[in-house]
């Protein structure tokens, strides 16, 4: 996996715990001896091993934690990609576009940079459907990344998020609906 996430995820154990929280989980998974860098791209299994870990530290389980990084990340991923956006977006454009645009150019920047697949129907102005596939099965990143487009746009008290996953983890399903503000 692309070394920005591991970087993001050092950064978020840094901020939400503390710098030894990283340094004992670094050991714990295995890791001591490894530095990540934006310029590579890991192991998933590393991945794997530090957000197992970090689960068993923090008490949250591996999907909590995969969701609340995954709307940690957003800002710096559309730092990242900014030019790719166009400025009358709102989360829901954003979500449909991110597979043609963003995911897009991921993997034309590296050959091994695989990010998963988005099947995006927008099924009205204000809703759509995303479909999920990766055998990496991180739909629950897939989740806190689409709370965290909404938040980044100032909709997440209107942006419903709806994931139904299949029993192999493999294939989530995320209906996402706009409504009224409450
Ligand atoms: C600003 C928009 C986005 C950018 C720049 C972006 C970028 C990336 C990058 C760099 C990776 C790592 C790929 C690799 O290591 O091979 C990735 C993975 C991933 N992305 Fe995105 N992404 C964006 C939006 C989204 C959205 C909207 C979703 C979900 C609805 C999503 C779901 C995921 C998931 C779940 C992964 C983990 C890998 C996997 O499950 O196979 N991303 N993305």
């Not at 400025?87 to 995911?103: A, G, I």
């Given at each position: 996996m692309h070394?920005?996430i591991?970087?993001?995820?050092?950064?978020?154990?840094?901020?939400?715990?503390?710098?030894?929280?990283?340094?004992?989980?670094?050991?714990?998974?295995?890791?001591?001896?490894?530095?990540?860098?934006?310029?590579?791209?890991?192991?998933d299994?590393?991945m794997y091993?530090?957000?197992?870990?970090?689960?068993?530290?923090?008490?949250?389980?591996?999907?909590?934690?995969h969701?609340?990084?995954g709307?940690?990340?957003?800002?710096?991923?559309?730092?990242?990609?900014?030019?790719?956006?166009?400025?009358?977006?709102?989360?829901?454009?954003?979500?449909?576009?991110t597979e043609?645009?963003?995911h897009?150019?991921v993997r034309?920047?590296?050959?091994?940079n695989a990010p998963p697949v988005l099947q995006?129907?927008?099924?009205?102005?204000?809703?759509?459907?995303i479909n999920y596939v990766s055998k990496r099965r991180m739909g629950a990143l897939a989740v806190g990344i689409?709370?965290?487009?909404?938040?980044?746009?100032?909709?997440?008290?209107?942006?419903?998020?709806?994931p139904?996953t299949s029993?192999d983890g493999e294939h989530v399903r995320i209906?996402?609906?706009?409504?009224?503000?409450?």
């Amino acid at each position: 996996m692309h070394g920005t996430i591991f970087t993001l995820l050092k950064r978020y154990v840094q901020t939400q715990y503390d710098h030894s929280t990283w340094v004992r989980l670094m050991e714990a998974a295995g890791l001591s001896a490894t530095s990540f860098d934006h310029k590579n791209v890991y192991p998933d299994e590393h991945m794997y091993a530090l957000v197992g870990h970090a689960a068993e530290m923090t008490g949250l389980s591996a999907q909590e934690l995969h969701e609340k990084f995954g709307e940690y990340l957003v800002p710096d991923l559309m730092y990242m990609y900014q030019k790719l956006l166009q400025p009358q977006w709102t989360t829901l454009d954003m979500l449909e576009h991110t597979e043609n645009t963003m995911h897009r150019q991921v993997r034309q920047e590296h050959a091994e940079n695989a990010p998963p697949v988005l099947q995006v129907t927008r099924l009205s102005p204000d809703e759509l459907e995303i479909n999920y596939v990766s055998k990496r099965r991180m739909g629950a990143l897939a989740v806190g990344i689409v709370r965290g487009i909404a938040t980044y746009y100032d909709e997440a008290d209107r942006i419903l998020v709806e994931p139904e996953t299949s029993e192999d983890g493999e294939h989530v399903r995320i209906r996402v609906r706009r409504v009224a503000a409450a």
